[in-house]
């Protein structure tokens, strides 16, 4: 039998990418390898988990035997590949090689870890798979005052979340403002303001430095010296890219692994796409942009090279205490914010010098004009034309 195309990840990229190929190719063998369960979900929903009422096995949407058989493919759960080899067209798990036709690195980003001092480290939770979600939501159970590190997209959400579900949030973070990087100032005090009317506490500009067990739960040492009780911590410092298997192999590593427009890496027959890949400079941890490299992807997989591109971006961030619609301006673009802003309901736009828009940040009621104004705006990653490319995938 001939070598499979593999692979490596049964997240969003991984399976949207095998759902695309199978589409147009129903017969070459296809493998799938993943160091979890292989549960299909959607991990933006672990955010929304108790409003929606939903826990770790509800949020599951299908085991890997039932997607094996819909995608006609083998998957191999609890499988972690411990090594690349290109130049022998073959990965190592362990001992053993798996041989490949194509290799798709579809891994994901792995959540940074800060360390805390204490005897209570192990009561911090990170939040990046279903698995850690389910671990989270059965420490989390009859419990009441989780500490939040982090206020990113993801800490503010998680912040949303448990306060619609009845528990007390703390959240810490080093900023000065919630979404550093991803919001504008006014925006992000729009957010912080709709956080804190449902009862949210922030302790901005300060990290946690100890954490102890304490007869009441946890006691939470702030960098500012102040104490906080809480029952357990979540930790949502940020994402970085799984590099360094590809690193080892020889393959370009910047921020993520290094593709160009076909997704293929600098290896011959190694391709990149998700949360891993950084695709022309842009490393973006969101569900458009592998969406997109996947049907790409699949189509150069299966003979037709394909140059991935990306329309404009708007984030929708799931704060419901106040709703976020950011769009953020390519890195480096000259411009300038101008905000409008009525309480909690900011219109940031992002104008370049000669008045085009370029970006933006909604909050509040203004989120009702993203329609009309991402009409206006540029895509991330412009369209190629589609040049007969010498790559070809056989
Ligand atoms: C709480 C939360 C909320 C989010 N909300 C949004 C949102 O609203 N909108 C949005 O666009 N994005 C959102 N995101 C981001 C989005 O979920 C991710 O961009 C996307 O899920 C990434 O998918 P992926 O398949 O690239 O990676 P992952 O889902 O991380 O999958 C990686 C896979 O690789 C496997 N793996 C890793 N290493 C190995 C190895 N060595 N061997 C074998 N297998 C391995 C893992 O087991 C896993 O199956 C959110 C993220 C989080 C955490």
């Not at 690195?105 to 209570?120: E, F, M, N, R, S």
């Not at 306060?163 to 912080?192: C, Y």
């Not at 970085?240 to 192999?249: N, S, V």
């Amino acid at each position: 039998m001939s070598a499979p195309v593999v692979i490596i990840g049964t997240g969003l990229a991984g399976y949207n990418l095998a759902r695309e190929f199978r589409k147009l190719d129903t017969q070459t063998p296809l493998l799938l390898i993943t160091a979890d369960d292989g549960r299909s979900y959607s991990k933006p929903l672990l955010s929304t988990g108790f409003a929606a009422n939903k826990n770790a096995e509800n949020l599951g949407m299908a085991t890997a035997g039932a997607m094996a058989e819909q995608l006609n493919a083998e998957i191999r759960t609890h499988t972690r590949v411990t090594r690349l080899d290109p130049a022998n067209r073959r990965v190592w798990i362990g001992n053993e090689p798996v041989p490949y036709r194509d290799l798709v690195l579809a891994w994901g980003a792995q959540t940074i870890q800060v360390p805390v001092a204490g005897d209570a480290a192990d009561a911090v939770f990170p939040i990046n798979d279903l698995h850690d979600y389910g671990r989270f939501r059965a420490a989390v159970a009859g419990k009441r005052r989780v500490l939040i590190l982090g206020a990113g997209l993801i800490g503010c959400e998680f912040a949303n979340d448990l306060l619609l579900g009845g528990h007390e949030v703390d959240l810490v973070a080093p900023s000065e403002q919630v979404m550093p990087g991803l919001l504008p100032l006014q925006a992000a005090e729009a957010v912080r303001n709709g956080l804190k009317g449902i009862g949210a506490r922030f302790h901005l500009g300060a990290t946690l430095e100890r954490l102890q067990r304490s007869t009441d739960g946890l006691q939470a040492t702030l960098s500012d010296g102040s104490q906080r009780s809480c029952d357990l911590v979540v930790s949502a410092v940020g994402l970085r890219p799984r590099t360094e298997l590809a690193a080892e192999a020889g393959l370009e590593v910047k921020r993520g692994i290094v593709v160009d427009r076909l997704l293929q890496t600098s290896a011959e027959h190694v391709y990149a796409v998700g949360d891993c890949a950084e695709v022309e400079g842009l490393n973006l941890l969101y569900v458009m942009p592998l969406m997109a490299g996947a049907r790409a992807l699949a189509k150069t997989l299966f003979g037709n090279p394909t140059f991935v591109s990306y329309g404009p971006m708007p984030v929708t961030v799931k704060t419901p205490a106040c709703p976020v619609v950011v769009s953020l301006p390519a890195a480096g673009s000259a411009g300038n914010w101008t905000v409008e802003a009525q309480g909690n309901d900011v219109k940031a736009l992002y104008l370049g010098t000669s008045g085009q828009l370029l970006g933006y940040a909604l909050t509040g009621t203004a989120v009702q004009e993203r329609l009309a104004l991402n009409k206006q705006l540029p895509p991330v990653l412009a369209e190629l034309p589609q040049i007969l490319s010498l790559k070809s995938p056989s």
